[in-house]
Structure formats: C-alpha cells, structure tokens
C-alpha cells in the first residue's frame, strides 16, 4: 500500500496568512492526488485533484502543487472559514489511502 | 443536484452485524464508481471498499476483508454495506462517496456519514 504522510500535523495561522501544507507519498504516484478540508462533525469537501486542478467552484484562494512523491496545498489569504483540516489522498492505485490530515488553527 | 444520503448505524455488540445504506439522487449509481470510506472518533479518513461502475469489480482494505461487502440495488439507486463480525476497531462514522471514476477514484460528492459504534 502507498502511504501518505503529512506535514505538520497541526498549524496555527492568523487571519490573511499564506500557508502550505505539504503531503509526502511512499511511492510515486505521478499526479493522482486529491485534497480535501474537513470541518468538525461535516463531511470532507473536495477541493483539488490532479495535484493541482481546482474543482468547480473552490476559491482560486486555494493551490496545488507537485508530482511523483512530493505536493503541497496552498492556501491564501486566510478567512475565518478556512480553518479546517485538510486531508490529501492518493488515487494512484487501490488500495486509494489518504495523509493523516493537517488541523490548521486559528492563531 | 447530487445527492448522497447513509443510513443504518447505530449501536450493535463485537461479533454482531449492520447493513448501511447510502441513496443517491442527482445521478444514476449504474454510471459510477463509489466508495465507503470511514472515520473514527478524532481520526482520519480510512478507505473501506469501493465497487465499479459495471459492479463487477470490488475492492476492500485488508482491515475489512471477508468480513464486510459492498453491493448496490440499481433500482433503488442504493448502495450498501453489509458489515459482519463486526469489531470495536471498526466503530466510526461510514461515509459513502461517488468516485469520478473507477480508474481515478477520488471522491467529488459524499454524503454526511453514519456512526457506528461497536461496543457491548
């Protein structure tokens, strides 16, 4: 199995920042990788696929970046609705696996 | 608009047995790939099984295999779990997802989960 490891596992940020998230893969997995924010007691939310194409309707706030085994997930401009934790997954082969998640808080 | 609704978890005893259920609308279930993917109390998002668009191919995580299957009911447009030996490691919230496809498995709709709570 391809594991997925994130970093950090927590991040604390203010208001408007700029933060990146960094999501590692065991093995190369070109550019299948997805990510997600999920917030408290809610679904995850798709957000970027193909390491680094924005789904419909996501805010250009957010960015992917990556291929091979390395990727991070920017986002800016930070809003009070976008302190969640973010999960990245990879697609790349079954079984599908995803990052431990990175909580960003709220400085 | 796609719709993705789970039922059927609640609580049931180690070595008991639960079906989940997940109704889509918006979309017909025949046309894509989806998922069960879980998340346990403070942890992250598991993958648990996921089935083809045709239905003929299943997969499974290791953790769930020979005791969990996925399967679906066209005409109802249902997808389903059926979970069997069930184990207080597998108490979690069960999400199902539509994949885009079975080739590229990432999740573009879920829905908003069922817990299950395995404890005597």
Known sequence: ?107 | EVQLLESGGGLVQPGGSLRLSCTASGFALRSYSMSWVRQAPGKGLEWVSAMSESGESKYYADSVKGRFTISRDISRNTLHLQMDSLRAEDTAVYFCAKAVSWARPYFDYWGQGTLVTVSS
């Not at chain 1, 991070?72 to 990879?90: G, H, M, N, R």
């Open chain 1, 1 to 107: 199995d391809i594991q997925m490891t994130q970093s950090p596992s927590s991040l604390s940020a203010s208001v408007g920042d700029r933060v990146t998230i960094t999501c590692r893969a065991s093995q190369g997995i070109i550019n299948y990788l997805a990510w997600f924010q999920q917030k408290p007691g809610k679904a995850p939310k798709f957000l970027i696929y193909g390491a680094s194409s924005l789904q419909s309707g996501v805010p250009s706030k957010f960015s992917g970046s990556g291929s091979g085994t390395d990727f991070t997930l920017t986002i800016s401009s930070l809003q009070p609705e976008d302190f969640a934790t973010y999960y990245c997954e990879q697609y790349f082969s079954y079984p599908v696996t995803f990052g431990q998640g990175t909580r960003l808080e709220i400085k």
